[in-house]
Nanobody, 124 residues
Framework: QVQLVESGGGLVQAGDSLRLSCAAS????????MGWFRQAPGKEREFVAG????????YYADSVKGRFTISRDNAKNTVYLQMNSLKPEDTAVYYC?????????????????WGQGTQVTVSS
């Protein structure tokens, strides 16, 4: 079992930056693919970014490409999401997810473990 705890969310203005952290416990995440997803009110959970266990391959949703950066520190058992140039449409609850399964890095169904989420609100 892997427990995931997100932190770093908050209320910011458009154009600001935030860095989300996802701290894992219970298992080392070195063998897990990790992902960030978000869910806005009334919308489905959507993929934001994903990273392979070694960090060799990284994936982004088109809507965040060039603004967000996912990274991982396996020694610290932590994954990060650096979010720059935030927009009001980035407002959502952001979730961290983990899985040892190779496939499905872009889909919520490809992950077994989820954090409880952290709220990000971007005002215009």
């Amino acid at each position: 079992q892997v427990q995931l705890v997100e932190s770093g969310g908050g209320l910011v203005q458009a154009g600001d930056s935030l860095r989300l952290s996802c701290a894992a416990s219970g298992r080392t995440i070195g063998g897990y693919k990790m992902g960030w997803f978000r869910q806005a009110p009334g919308k489905e959970r959507e993929f934001v970014a994903g990273i392979r266990p070694s960090g060799s391959s990284i994936y982004y949703a088109d809507s965040v490409k060039g603004r967000f950066t996912i990274s991982r520190d396996n020694a610290k058992n932590t994954v990060y999401l650096q979010m720059n140039s935030l927009k009001p449409e980035d407002t959502a609850v952001y979730y961290c997810a983990a899985s040892t399964v190779y496939g499905g890095i872009l889909s919520p169904s490809g992950y077994s473990y989820w954090g409880q989420g952290t709220q990000v609100t971007v005002s215009s």
